[in-house]
């Protein structure tokens, strides 16, 4: 992986995102800008998926870089709404950091023998719990 990556299409929507986070962070007193910084850095998560696929610019560091954006932004949300928000933070960094280094960039697709409903919060980055169901 060549220093090219990083102008990466969809890496440089990644720098995007991680500017709105910080903007909606500093904003978080002014209800609309936060909530447009928030919502349009969500808006890019898909975008920048759907860009890697369409230009053929997928890479492990973009599958990373992804994951620590969205991380950072769930961060961000759980320490400003609540004061205990950053043991939520850092629970999930810590997740992230052992899934990631065990299971490398395709992380998501190695859960074939975690439990069900993991599986099923799994399959294609798409919940579909229903309320209630059991894999019976």
């Given at each position: 992986?060549?220093?090219?990556?990083?102008?990466?299409?969809?890496?440089?929507?990644?720098?995007?995102?991680?500017?709105l986070?910080?903007?909606?962070?500093?904003?978080?007193?002014?209800?609309?800008?936060?909530?447009?910084?928030?919502?349009?850095?969500?808006?890019?998560?898909?975008?920048?998926?759907?860009?890697?696929?369409?230009?053929?610019?997928?890479?492990?560091?973009?599958?990373?870089?992804?994951?620590?954006?969205?991380?950072?932004?769930?961060?961000?949300?759980?320490?400003?709404?609540?004061r205990?928000?950053?043991?939520i933070?850092?629970?999930?960094?810590?997740?992230?950091?052992?899934?990631?280094?065990?299971?490398?960039?395709?992380?998501?697709?190695?859960?074939?023998?975690?439990?069900?409903?993991?599986?099923?919060?799994?399959?294609?980055?798409?919940?579909?719990?229903?309320?209630?169901?059991?894999?019976?």
């Amino acid at each position: 992986m060549g220093l090219e990556v990083l102008v990466y299409v969809p890496n440089i929507i990644g720098y995007i995102r991680v500017l709105l986070l910080l903007s909606a962070t500093c904003f978080f007193d002014n209800p609309l800008l936060f909530i447009f910084c928030y919502v349009s850095s969500v808006i890019l998560d898909g975008v920048d998926g759907y860009a890697a696929r369409k230009l053929k610019q997928v890479s492990e560091f973009g599958a990373w870089f992804d994951v620590v954006i969205d991380i950072l932004g769930r961060g961000i949300l759980w320490s400003i709404l609540f004061r205990w928000g950053y043991f939520i933070a850092a629970l999930e960094w810590c997740v992230f950091v052992c899934t990631h280094n065990s299971l490398g960039a395709d992380w998501k697709n190695k859960f074939g023998s975690s439990p069900w409903w993991v599986q099923r919060v799994m399959a294609n980055g798409v919940v579909h719990l229903e309320p209630y169901s059991t894999p019976y």
